[in-house]
């Protein structure tokens, strides 16, 4: 299984990412997907997830109304649209994949994870 995270990069405060994941060697359509980010010295946490069909879509108090999640099963690709950037959402944004059907929003769930990919937001 391989999770392949892009799109990151260096923005000002008010600007906007799209972060794409593709993923491969899994039933992509059958796994929920998850975006988690990591900041120096702070534990993971969880930023968004997609159930199978889309039709539920979870998100972390801090990004609610900013960010969106959306998933192409088509492509094998979930997507993570970041508006509104503040410098607090510098981190790493990790894409993660799990078997079950349950949105879960936790890290310890997930089956698969992607490398990672910087997003650093100037202020």
């Known amino acids: 299984v391989q999770l392949q995270a892009s799109g990151g990069g260096l923005v000002q405060t008010g600007g906007s990412l799209r972060l794409s994941c593709v993923a491969s060697g899994l039933a992509f359509s059958t796994h929920v997907m998850g975006w988690f980010r990591q900041a120096p010295g702070k534990e993971r946490e969880f930023v968004a997830a997609?159930?199978?069909?889309?039709?539920?879509?979870p998100y972390g108090d801090s990004v609610k109304g900013r960010f969106t999640i959306s998933r192409d099963n088509t492509k094998n690709t979930v997507y993570l649209q970041m508006n509104s950037l503040k410098p607090e959402d510098t981190a790493v944004y990790y894409c993660?994949?799990?078997?079950?059907?349950?949105?879960?929003?936790?890290?310890?769930?997930?089956?698969?994870w992607g490398q990672g990919t910087q997003v650093t937001v100037s202020s």
């Open positions: 997609i159930s199978w069909s889309g039709g539920s879509t």
């Open positions: 993660a994949a799990e078997r079950s059907a349950v949105v879960f929003t936790t890290v310890s769930p997930y089956d698969y």
